[in-house]
């Protein structure tokens, strides 16, 4: 099959997560990467696009030049979707503009700066008809699918509780002034970050996944959000209390500043029959817990496992796959939905995905700013 034109947006020498994206493509073997603006410095960008065997004149200095360039190119040799890699303060403007000019989007969360913003992209998107995924990459995992996949059969009985977490640590290193070389700071400023850092950066993970798992909507949000420390604008740590239907009472942990964690996100749903484990830092397992039988660990690449997880592990089992196969099953499905397939629920985060995100986060920062008090979504 013939490969999808890519552009991206940032993620050149020195970025972290636009390498990923570029792995994660190449690993769906779906994507070939043809140009971009891939720094704010253009002389960084075309040293970049030297060594990927870029085109000189498809790397470009700006949004508006990529535009322009990439819409005098006939069809067949035009980008088709474009990958969005830069810091937050961008997603919003970037993402409107390259819709608008008529390519597929691929955007890494928080997808906008305020929830209005949201649902702007989210009425392009709908109207053009155009595909557009947001890299809530831990989705793409096969035990991640393969939960909701259990979830839906009903196997836990009644829900009663979900818990998810993300910890990290890499920040408390720098508000203690002995972090060096880590790169990534500008989450900690509001111009570049938005309203929030630690719900902004990690605990939207969460909230996502927790909706993706049940397939249920978080109604209500309590939160109580830290700086940690003073002179610090945002929140690098909280705690949020969760009500979804049906008398469901969740919480979510978050922080960035829980020293010596690295990327401790984790998930568990606690049901009347059956409850659910899955933990990032080993995703090929995921635990069904019972009163009435030993604990089940399911494993990637087997039968008993759903076809959508099924289809989300390239090698057999025992081979285990990781973080840029779990981005490439979100790069796969955007693929199949640019080229018109039949997908399963739930094969890439989407636009209405991003709306859920800004309202978690608007509502979280809200919340705590008011005193602690619930808030509907
Ligand atoms: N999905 C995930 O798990 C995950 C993980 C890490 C980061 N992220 C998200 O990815 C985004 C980037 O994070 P990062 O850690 O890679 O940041 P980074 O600072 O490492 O890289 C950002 C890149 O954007 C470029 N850039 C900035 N302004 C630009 C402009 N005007 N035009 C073109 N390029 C520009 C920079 O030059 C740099 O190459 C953030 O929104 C972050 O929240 C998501």
């Not at 960035?256 to 059956?274: K, P």
Request: hydrophobic share 40%.
């Amino acid at each position: 099959m013939k490969k999808i034109r890519l552009g991206m947006m940032g993620g050149g020498i020195g970025a972290f997560i636009g390498d990923a994206h570029r792995r994660a493509a190449r690993i769906c073997n779906d994507f070939e990467l043809i140009g971009g603006v891939f720094s704010t410095d253009y002389q960084k960008g075309k040293q970049f696009a030297d060594l990927e065997n870029i085109l000189p004149e498809r790397c470009y200095p700006t949004l508006d030049a990529f535009v322009k360039g990439e819409l005098t190119r006939p069809l067949n040799e035009r980008i088709e979707a474009v990958s969005i890699v830069t810091p937050n303060m961008l997603h919003h403007e970037f993402a409107k503009k390259l819709l608008k000019n008529g390519f597929h989007v691929i955007c890494e969360k928080p997808m906008t700066f305020t929830v209005d913003e949201a649902m702007e992209l989210q009425e392009i998107v709908n109207k053009t008809k155009l595909s557009f995924a947001l890299a809530h990459t831990y989705t793409g995992y096969p035990m991640v699918r393969q939960m909701k996949e259990i979830v839906k059969s009903g196997v836990l009985g009644k829900i009663h509780r979900v818990d998810a977490q993300y910890y990290q640590g890499w920040v408390n290193s720098i508000i203690q002034g002995t972090g060096s070389g880590i790169t990534g700071v500008w989450r900690l400023d509001p111009n570049f970050a938005g309203m929030s850092s630690c719900m902004g950066d990690i605990g939207v993970h969460a909230f996502n996944l927790i909706e993706y798992t049940t397939g249920l909507q978080i109604q209500k949000v309590l939160a109580d959000l830290s700086p940690v420390k003073e002179n610090v604008q945002l929140d690098l740590d909280g705690t949020v209390l969760l009500q979804l239907p049906d008398n469901i009472k969740g919480v979510i942990r978050s922080s960035q500043v829980a020293a010596g964690e690295e990327n401790n996100l984790t998930i568990a749903i606690y049901g009347s029959h059956a409850s659910l484990k899955w933990s990032q830092e080993n995703p090929n397992f995921l635990y069904q817990l019972s009163d009435a039988e030993p604990t089940k660990v399911y494993k990637p690449a087997h039968d008993y496992n759903s076809s959508f997880a099924q289809a989300s592990q390239v090698m057999p089992s025992g081979h285990p796959e990781g973080i840029y196969e779990a981005l490439g099953n979100i790069y796969k499905g955007v693929a199949r939905s640019i080229r018109g397939e039949q997908l399963f629920d739930g094969e890439f985060p989407t636009v209405e995905d991003g709306v859920r995100g800004m309202k978690f986060i608007s509502n979280v920062v809200s919340s705590n700013k008011e005193g602690n008090i619930w808030k509907v979504l």
